[in-house]
C-alpha cells in the first residue's frame, strides 16, 4: 500500500520563476492538505482540495494555488517567487470520511535563489 | 498570531530518562491534539493523538496530558531511547477538519546513550 508520495525531492529556483509541485494520495484517500515548513518551524497550512476543488485557504497569498485531479492527485503551484519562497512543502491526505491522522509524504525542498 | 505554542524548543535527555514537551493552545474550537514525530529528511507521522473529553491516554511509552481549562497539553516519552531522537510537533485541529491542522514549531529531542 502505497504512503503519500512527492516530486520532485529536490529543487532550485530563481526569484521570479513558478514552480509546480506534485502530489499523490495515500491509497483510498480523496483529500490533500498542503503545507509549508520553513527551517526550523512547524508546518504552515496553504489550502486543501476535496473533489478538485479548494476547500480551504491559510493565510498564503494568491501565488500559491494548486489543482487536484480526479484521480485525486494533487499539484501545488507557486507563480513569482520569493527567496522567502524557500521551505520543504508538505502534502498530507486524508480520507473525507475519516477524522483524525493525517498521513504526509517526504516533501519537496525548495531553495530559491 | 501563533495559535499554538510549544515549549521547549529543544531537549537533551540521557538514555532511559523521561522526556516533557509541552504545548498551549488559544482555539477553544479545537477538539484534536495529535503529536507527531519527524525524523530528518522525512514527513511528520502521528505518534499519539488526544480529544478534550480524557485527560489522558498511553500508548507504549508515550503519553498524553491534556489539561482544558488550562489550554495545555504534554507528550511524555518514558524510558526515552536514542532512537527517539527527533523533532516533535504537537498540534491541533477540529477532529473534523484535521487537514487542516495549526502546528507548534517542533522541539528537537536529542537523547544520548
Redesign the interface.
Known sequence: DAG?TQSPTHLIKTRGQQVTLRCSPKSGHD?V?W?QQAL??????IF?YYEEEER?R?NFPDRFSGHQFPNYSSELNVNALLLGDSALY?C?S?QAAD?????????SRLTVL | QQQVKQSPQSLIVQKGGISIINCAYENTAFDYFPWYQQFPGKGPALLIAIRPDVSEKKEGRFTISFNKSAKQFSLHIMDSQPGDSATYFCAASKIANAGKSTFGDGTTLTVKP
Request: zero cysteines; a negative charge; charged letters at 10%.
Open positions: 503519500v483529500t492538505s503545507y526550523g518551524q512547524g508546518p504552515q497550512f486543501q480551504q491559510g508538505l498530507a486524508t477524522t483524525g491522522e493525517l498521513f504526509f509524504g517526504e516533501g
